[in-house]
């Protein structure tokens, strides 16, 4: 059912192909592409929802405040806890940082993919099909370890280490 919705949990695996490297190689790249752009899509569904949903229960909850009906304090206290959580998933998941940088990926991605089906990337030659897979690959690597290293790198500091409660030795004494 979640194949359906276009939802892929795990990044494209290497295959070998009866028809050889350079197949194999073209196939992978395609499935790469295809996988950071359905990410793309649903970070940025996640990120335009969560805020509709902050802001009309956000909204709401004025209104709320201002009826008189049964169960008022539940739905209140309901409608904060949707606006605390929600907040605090996109805050978690950074869909907006998330989004930009899988588009921008996918976006780099389709142009090295395009220039190899030009013929433009990788040194031509008697094994030429086979080198310039070599070469596509490479720059698909090289592309995936940069957003790697691009979201990593802005991912908040946890902050120190916490050490053990009896320091990491032997069993300490109460005071």
Not at 23 to 30: F, G, K
Not at 46 to 52: D, K, N, T, V, W
């Amino acid at each position: 059912m979640l194949r359906k919705l276009g939802l892929k949990f795990s990044a494209p695996r290497w295959r070998n192909s009866d028809k050889g490297f350079t197949a194999a190689t073209e196939r992978y790249v395609l499935e790469v592409i295809d996988f950071y752009d359905i990410r793309a899509t649903w970070h940025r569904r996640f990120y335009r929802l969560s805020g509709a949903l902050v802001i009309l229960a956000g909204a709401a909850l004025p209104v709320l405040t201002a009826l008189d009906f049964t169960g008022k304090s539940a739905a209140i206290s309901g409608t904060g806890f949707l606006v605390a959580v929600t907040t605090a998933m996109k805050s978690l998941y950074r869909w907006d940082v998330s989004w930009i940088l899988l588009r921008e990926t996918e976006v780099e991605l389709t142009r090295v993919y395009l220039q190899w089906c030009a013929g433009g990337l990788g040194p031509d030659g008697t094994d030429g099909p086979a080198r310039s897979a070599n070469a596509l690959l490479d720059a698909v690597f090289k592309i995936r370890r940069r957003e790697s290293s691009e979201f990593f790198k802005n991912l908040p500091d946890p902050g120190p280490a916490v050490q053990p409660v009896n320091g990491g030795g032997g069993a300490r004494t109460a005071r």
